[in-house]
């Protein structure tokens, strides 16, 4: 299929997605951690949903830039 409704995306070991989850709406970047849809009892910390469906294309690369800027790393230049 060519769309979707979400990215999922897993960080690198040690990623708290609910800390980033947090750091990301402070830059006015919504994200979902994604333990809440591990049906288990050790959810994984470092995996997260974007929702894009909402989002107009010319802000997507604007708001991963964001998000890399609020999980502490500098994102690449364009």
Same mark, same amino acid.
Not at 25 to 40: K, T, Y
Not at 49 to 69: D, F, M, Y
């Given at each position: 299929? @060519?769309g979707?409704?979400?990215?999922?995306l #897993?960080? =690198?070991r040690g990623t708290?997605s609910?800390?980033?989850? #947090? +750091?990301a @709406?402070?830059r006015?970047?919504i994200? #979902? =951690?994604?333990?809440?849809f591990?049906?288990r009892?050790?959810? =994984?910390s470092?995996?997260?949903?974007l929702?894009?469906?909402?989002?107009?294309?010319?802000?997507?690369e604007p708001?991963?830039?964001?998000? +890399?800027t &609020?999980?502490?790393?500098? =994102? +690449?230049a &364009?």
């Amino acid at each position: 299929s @060519a769309g979707g409704t979400s990215l999922w995306l #897993e960080g =690198p070991r040690g990623t708290d997605s609910r800390g980033l989850t #947090e +750091a990301a @709406a402070s830059r006015s970047v919504i994200i #979902e =951690p994604g333990d809440r849809f591990f049906d288990r009892s050790e959810k =994984p910390s470092r995996f997260m949903r974007l929702g894009i469906s909402s989002i107009s294309l010319q802000h997507i690369e604007p708001g991963i830039r964001e998000l +890399a800027t &609020a999980a502490g790393r500098r =994102p +690449a230049a &364009a």
